[in-house]
Every structure is written in structure tokens, then in C-alpha cells.
């Protein structure tokens, strides 16, 4: 009973550190139509850049994550442009040139973190590395944390895209492009401000798996994986599905892994990734696009 | 300007580039031409980098030496490196290219043993000598590839060491033992010969697990946990045994001793893991305390530290000592044959034949191939010794009498320390 709820808890809280960047991506195929093949790579610049902080600063990581939210909005802010760029205008197949922009984005960002930081595995310490409370099972803290900072940070979000009037106009622009633009909704600065939130919270929920995991320039194609499988799972666009969606991920990898062995998670996760494609192409519920 | 113009002047400058980066120098004496396949990007970048920094230290003192001294001539060495970014499909390619575009004279092998089944079968195509400083799937031994020689023990030699100095030197000796794997050509076999030397030794095996490279190791952590092992044995790359030994403690698992290999001996573990890698158990067959001598120009595992501290600014483990050492075993048989470069057929051939007889002795230790059984082509000439991390340090703890310190144990609680 104990490693059933243990196992339980683990699958959530694997679930917990997908829910932001999920989240994130969701949004942006939902308002700007590009499917961001370098989310992975942000997680991983997020990552670096608290090793970073740490290692010039002496600090901890988890005490600065709004500098890095900061940092990394307006690092999406800026490069949005150019994206937008390329996905609009007259060239033909913009959800295929997205897809290739973004990849390329993703091998640059690659490559550089090779040649800056190097090919050790860094490392980063938080205050609560390696803490656990007992309540019968243990409760990893910083797990936890990140559970905690994901669930509220997808919540905040999506607070802000249901009940102000710049959400509003995200959700119109998501909605329809072009008609949203007709009634006046600047849709070039809600797509920069989309990507720049999404930057920004998937940089700070690098700085989370980096505690959590090892750092080290090919970290990100993981998270890539990982997230695509989320949001397809959720519906693509529809962010209110990508909560769920997550912690059935982390269930499915946790249970599988205790219950039937680790070398079948691989298994299961293309299996109901498969399976979704083909019997429910819009998402467990129905409301992707 | 008119967009048709662009495309000429793109190409003006890209060929004007690429001759101001060309080779302008006119040929002076002819080098050895030597190949190198490892991985210096992807998932193994930090061992190929490992391999790396070893094959380019005995290159570096060669040259520096003036070269290879072969019939009253001294001939340079010149490393071609081809990436195979950690995967067996590109190092086959990188190992084609290095050996007909490129014609290099003989392959230095890559750092993992996926990569390296992947490059032998290639260099026994285009009959080229090579030797791996680190490969160790017992797998390259016994496919008996005439071709392919290795400086480094298989794993089944060197990993058993921590397995039986824990279940003969320590009291109350364990009784209990977990194996988990990562599922790779050299984890694997790691993960093989712990279980096989814990039944060896009497202990019992209470659950023994192959997982994918690069899950999230708590769900496997949690069922070894609830297994309640004395040991937990991790055969793996470092990456891999650093996130497991962090899950450990985030589930506030400390089993009596936790053994790894390979990854503990390097100093990204320690740096990685900090206070958490003390009392982490391991093996190799070379450490710098060692009192191996040698006609190298290393000549004692001190020394070789010491001028390895030096070029890169953190201590050597036994894979940059190998990886040296196969530099040195090429310059050795060379030496025999009295071939300069570039080598034609005969003469690689004649390298090969040279290799099989070589029996020397350098700061790494004996280095003499096996030419028959499992081990065929590999070095046979070392033994493997159990290390713990104490203090920070790496230090010998067995088995038996290459004690040099006694093991810690059991481990204490995470929350004890």
C-alpha cells in the first residue's frame, strides 16, 4: 500500500514539472500557430542560466526565479519578431517553416551551450535539494515546490487569459487571427507578449529541473518530447487541458515503471500518444484544434 | 542591390573563406595520420570529451618530443577527429570517412561501447588498426575483430572489485544486493557483472533492473526502496548515476553502500554530487597512486597526474589514462615495425601483427593483448581495484590486499551527516 501511494505521489509529481512548460507551448501553437520545437532548449538555457547565477553569485536559484522570469520574457519578447517573421507574409507552408525555424533555433541554442558552458554536468543547489518530509510516504520538498510553482504559475496564467481584457484578446487572436485583428486587437504585440510569457516560464522551470536533474547541453530534446506529448494528449491550444494531461503522463510513467518495469514507460507513453492520434485526435477532451 | 547578385557574391566569399581556412602551409615531413572517432556533442559528450583530453595529451607529448623517433627520423602526429555525437549510425559514418576521405594511418576508438561495436565492424572492412582507451562491453572482445584492440579491461574484469570487497572486508557484511542498469552495450554488462559477482560472493539479488537512458529515475528508485536492499549496485554512465543517487536522497533512501561504475572516478561526480558522493563505492584499474613504471615519458601514474593537473586543471581517471595509454601502444608497435607514413596495406597489417606480440610496460601498467577467448584483442595485463569517495577523495579499499584505506560502512542516513 505504501509503494502504491508512493508510486502515486511520484507520477504526480512528475506531472507537476510538465504542467509549465505544457502550458507555455500550448499557448503559443494556440495564438501564434507555431509549433515551438525549442521549448526544450529554454528549459535548458533556464537551467545554465541559474548555474550561472549560482556560480557568480554564491545565491539560491529558487529565491531569483522572477529575475529569470523577467530575463527570459524579455528574451521572448525580442526574438518573437523574427519568428513572426517567418511564419507570415506570403510564404507558403507557415506552420512547416515555424516548425523548421524553431528546430534550427533549438540545434543554435544547442551548439552554443556546448561551446559556452561546456561538457561537464553542472550542477545546482536550492535550499531544498535533497529534502523530504514523511507522512507515512515521503514528499520529495523540492519536487514538491516545483509542483506547487507549476499548478499556480498555469493557474495564475490562466486567470489572467479568462478575467483581463489582454486575455481576452490573446484568446480572440487564438481563436481567429485575422478577424481578431479586424476588431482591433494588435495581434503582433499579443503574439510577442504570448511568447515572452511562455520564454519566461519555461526559463523558470528550467531553473527547477536543473536542480532537480543534471544540466548539460542536450537536456532539452527530453522536455521537447515530453511536452509535445502533453499538449497533444490536452488537445492543441487548449491550455485548461494541459493540468490533466500532465499528471496522467506522470502517472502513466510512474505506475509503469513500478509496476511493470522501467524499459516499458517508452512503451506506454507512444502507446497512448498513438492511440490518441487515432481515436482522438483532438485530445482527451475534445477541445483541441 | 539586385537580388540576382547576391548569389554570385555569396559564393565569392564563401570560396574565399574557405581558402583563407584551407591549408596554406606547403607539406613538410610526413605525419602520422591519425583518426579519431568519439562523441563531442550529444548524450555522452562529457566522456567523449574524457577520451578526448586523453588521446590529445599523448599526441601533444609526442609532438612536443619532436615525434615518433622511427629510423633515425622523428615523425609528428596529427589527430583528425571525426564527432559521432554519441550515436552508433554516425560513429560508422565518421569511422568511413576518416578512413577514405581523410586516409588516416590508424583509429583511435570512441569513448561508449555502442559506438565503438558500431566503428569496428568498419575498420575490419577497410582493414585499419584501431584501439578503443575506452570501451568496455564485453560484447567488442568476443566478436573476435581482428582489427580492433582495447587498452581498457572489459567491465566483467574491472567492476566486480567494489562487489567483493563488500561482501568479504566488511562487517556485518551485506547480505542483500539491487542491480538497476541503463539500457546501453556497456551499462548493461556493468549491471551484469554486479549481479553475477553479488551471486558469486553469496549475496542474494533481490531485484535486478535494465531502464532507458534518460527517465525520471524516482518511480525506479521508489520500487528499489520498497525492495529494501543492502547494496545498491548502478551500472551507468556518470549522468545517469548522479540523477539516481539524487532521487535516493530526495526519497530518503540510504542503502548500507551504493555502488557505481562508471562515472564515480571522474571529477564532475564529486563536483556534481558534492557531500552526496562520499561513501559511494566504485572501481577501476588505475588510479594515481599506483606504482606502475614505464618507458613512456610519463613513466609512473604520478607523474602522468601531474601533467595531466597541469593541462587541464583537474586530476585524470583511469579512461583519459587508458586513452593515453592507446596512443602509447600504437607509438610502441610503430617503433617495432619501423613503418613511416603513410602507412600502405602491409604495413598496417604488419601494425596489427605488432600490436597482437606488444608486451610493454608504461605509467598505466602492462599493456598486453589477448590474441585467444573472450577477451581477444583486449588488455589483459591489469587488475582492478575497489575505491570509495572519503573525504572528498577517491581512495583504495580493496579488495583484499590493495587496501590502501579501509572501506566506510555502512553508509550513514542522508539526514546523519
Redesign the interface.
Known amino acids: 500500500m505504501?509503494?502504491f501511494l508512493?508510486?502515486l505521489l511520484?507520477?504526480v509529481?512528475?506531472g507537476g514539472t510538465l504542467v509549465v512548460i505544457a502550458a507555455g507551448f500550448s499557448l503559443c501553437f494556440g495564438v501564434m500557430d507555431v509549433i515551438d520545437f525549442a521549448v526544450g532548449e529554454w528549459v535548458m538555457l533556464g537551467a545554465y542560466t541559474a548555474f550561472w547565477f549560482q556560480e557568480f553569485t554564491g545565491g539560491d536559484p529558487m529565491a531569483a526565479l522572477p529575475l529569470f522570469f523577467a530575463l527570459f520574457f524579455a528574451g521572448g519578447y525580442l526574438l518573437q519578431p523574427l519568428i513572426q517573421r517567418v511564419t507570415a507574409g506570403k510564404r507558403p507552408h507557415p506552420v512547416l517553416m515555424g516548425l523548421l525555424f524553431t528546430f534550427g533555433l533549438a540545434t543554435v541554442a544547442?551548439?552554443s551551450a556546448?561551446y559556452f558552458w561546456g561538457?561537464?554536468?553542472?550542477?545546482i543547489?536550492t535550499w531544498l535539494?535533497?529534502?523530504?518530509v514523511?507522512i507515512g510516504i515521503?514528499v520529495?520538498?523540492?519536487?514538491f515546490a516545483g509542483f506547487l510553482f507549476g499548478v499556480f504559475a498555469t493557474l495564475t496564467f490562466m486567470a489572467f487569459l479568462y478575467w483581463t481584457r489582454t486575455g481576452r484578446a490573446i484568446r480572440a487572436t487564438a481563436q481567429d487571427r485575422v478577424t481578431a485583428g479586424l476588431l482591433g486587437v494588435d495581434v503582433r504585440r499579443i503574439s510577442a507578449l504570448v511568447y515572452a510569457v511562455y520564454a519566461g516560464l519555461t526559463g523558470m522551470a528550467g531553473v527547477l529541473i536543473g536542480a532537480?536533474?543534471?544540466i548539460?547541453?542536450?537536456m532539452g530534446l527530453?522536455y521537447t518530447t515530453l511536452a509535445f506529448f502533453v499538449v497533444v494528449l490536452a488537445g492543441m491550444g487548449f491550455v485548461p487541458g494541459v493540468i490533466p494531461a500532465a499528471l496522467f503522463m506522470g502517472l502513466l510513467?510512474?505506475?509503469?515503471?513500478?509496476y511493470l518495469?522501467?524499459?516499458y514507460?517508452?512503451l506506454a507513453l507512444f502507446g497512448v500518444f498513438y492511440l490518441t492520434l487515432v481515436v482522438a485526435p483532438k485530445g482527451l477532451f475534445g477541445r483541441g484544434s | 542591390m539586385k537580388r540576382r547578385q547576391w548569389v554570385p557574391m555569396a559564393v565569392g566569399l564563401l570560396v574565399a573563406v574557405g581558402l583563407a581556412l584551407g591549408p596554406t602551409e606547403a607539406q613538410q615531413a610526413p605525419v602520422f595520420k591519425v583518426g579519431v572517432v568519439t562523441s563531442?556533442?550529444?548524450?555522452m559528450?562529457?566522456g567523449?570529451?574524457v577520451t578526448k583530453r586523453g588521446y590529445d595529451l599523448w599526441a601533444d607529448t609526442v609532438n612536443a618530443a619532436g615525434g615518433i623517433a622511427i629510423g633515425g627520423n622523428r615523425y609528428k602526429v596529427q589527430l583528425v577527429y571525426g564527432d559521432d555525437q554519441s550515436s552508433p549510425a554516425t560513429a560508422a559514418l565518421a569511422a568511413e570517412r576518416l578512413i577514405t576521405q581523410e586516409k588516416v594511418d590508424f583509429i583511435l576508438g570512441p569513448y561508449a561501447s555502442g559506438t565503438t561495436l558500431a566503428v569496428a565492424p568498419i575498420t575490419e572492412k577497410y582493414k585499419v588498426p584501431h584501439i578503443t582507451g575506452s570501451a568496455e562491453s564485453p560484447l567488442i572482445w568476443k566478436q573476435k575483430f581482428k582489427y580492433t584492440f582495447g587498452t581498457i579491461p572489459a567491465v566483467n574484469q574491472i567492476a566486480p572489485a567494489s562487489i567483493k570487497t563488500l561482501a568479504k572486508d566488511v562487517k556485518p557484511a551485506p547480505k542483500t544486493v539491487a542491480v538497476i542498469g541503463i539500457?546501453d552495450a556497456f551499462s548493461k554488462f556493468a549491471a551484469q557483472a554486479f549481479k553475477d559477482s553479488a551471486e558469486q560472493a553469496g549475496l542474494k539479488v533481490v531485484k535486478f533492473?535494465?531502464?532507458?537512458e534518460?527517465?525520471?529515475y524516482?518511480?525506479?528508485i521508489?520500487?528499489v526502496?520498497?525492495a529494501n536492499p543492502d547494496i545498491l549496485a548502478i551500472g551507468s554512465h556518470?549522468?545517469a548515476a548522479?540523477?539516481m543517487i539524487?532521487a535516493a536522497?530526495?526519497?530518503?533512501f540510504a542503502p548500507k553502500a551504493i555502488v557505481q561504475h562508471y562515472g564515480m572516478t571522474t571529477p564532475?561526480f564529486l563536483?556534481?554530487?558534492?557531500k552526496?558522493a562520499e561513501f559511494i563505492f566504485g572501481s577501476s584499474v588505475w588510479t594515481a597512486a599506483l606504482k606502475h613504471k614505464g618507458n613512456d615519458p610519463f613513466g609512473t601514474p604520478a607523474k602522468y597526474a601531474e601533467v595531466f593537473q597541469k593541462k587541464y586543471g583537474t586530476p585524470p581517471d583511469y579512461t583519459e589514462a587508458a586513452s593515453t595509454a592507446a596512443g602509447l601502444a600504437f607509438e610502441a608497435a610503430l617503433k617495432q615495425i619501423g613503418a613511416t607514413p603513410p602507412l600502405d596495406q602491409k604495413e598496417k597489417d604488419a601494425l596489427v601483427a605488432a600490436l597482437e606480440k606488444l608486451n610493454i610496460k608504461t605509467f598505466y601498467g602492462p599493456i598486453k593483448f589477448a590474441t585467444e577467448g573472450d577477451f581477444y584483442h583486449d588488455n589483459v595485463g591489469l587488475s582492478s581495484i575497489a575505491l570509495q569517495i572519503q573525504g572528498g577523495k577517491i581512495v583504495e579499499v580493496g579488495p583484499g590486499a590493495l587496501k590502501v584505506i579501509s572501506p566506510k560502512y555502512p553508509m550513514p542516513a542522508?539526514t546523519k551527516r
Open positions: 505504501e509503494l508512493q508510486t511520484d507520477g509529481l512528475i544547442k551548439g556546448l561538457f561537464n554536468f553542472r550542477s543547489r535539494s535533497g529534502q523530504n514523511q515521503t520529495p520538498s523540492l519536487r532537480l536533474f543534471s548539460h547541453a542536450g527530453r510513467q510512474s505506475l509503469t515503471a513500478v518495469g522501467s524499459r514507460v517508452g | 563531442l556533442s550529444g548524450e559528450n562529457f567523449g570529451n539500457d533492473e535494465i531502464v532507458p534518460g527517465a525520471d524516482t518511480p525506479t521508489t520500487a526502496k520498497a556518470e549522468k548522479m540523477e539524487k536522497k530526495e526519497l530518503g564532475d563536483k556534481g554530487l558534492g552526496d542522508w
